[in-house]
């Protein structure tokens, strides 16, 4: 079974590529970030965090590409490890005022119960 984030509203749902039953939005189009944002490597709980933080940009902002980048910014800059983005100067000031006016709340990123198990293989299988 595979929990993933909806990128559209926030809802945990069941498939990265699969339509959200909340808002019937598809994936990104982007495999790797659908993957990314789903229990193939964040704990559900990250997931339902990284949820509330769309929730709260959908509250100020209802441009769809522009609460998508907010979020991905939100990401980029809260979790580098997770995420990286490039945006040109005018574009990153949206974002970021977007964010100040969403005030996001802060995530934890933790790592799937897969993503330790893979870890552990990969440690395992090609030792320093």
């Not at 926030?10 to 970030?33: H, N, R, W, Y």
């Not at 799937?112 to 440690?123: G, I, L, T, V």
């Amino acid at each position: 079974m595979t929990w993933a984030l909806c990128f559209n509203c926030g809802a945990t749902k069941f498939g990265a590529i699969c339509p959200c039953p909340e808002c019937q939005v598809g994936s990104t189009g982007d495999m790797s970030l659908d993957i990314a944002f789903s229990d193939h490597r964040m704990s559900e709980a990250t997931l339902k965090a990284f949820g509330e933080v769309i929730r709260s940009i959908r509250k100020v902002c209802d441009d769809d590409q522009l609460r998508f980048w907010s979020f991905i910014y939100f990401v980029s800059t809260s979790h580098p490890n997770v995420l990286g983005v490039k945006l040109e100067a005018d574009q990153r000031q949206r974002c970021a005022d977007v964010l100040a006016r969403a005030k996001p709340p802060p995530v934890t990123v933790e790592a799937s119960e897969r993503a330790k198990m893979m870890a552990e293989f990969q440690e395992r299988t090609n030792p320093a």
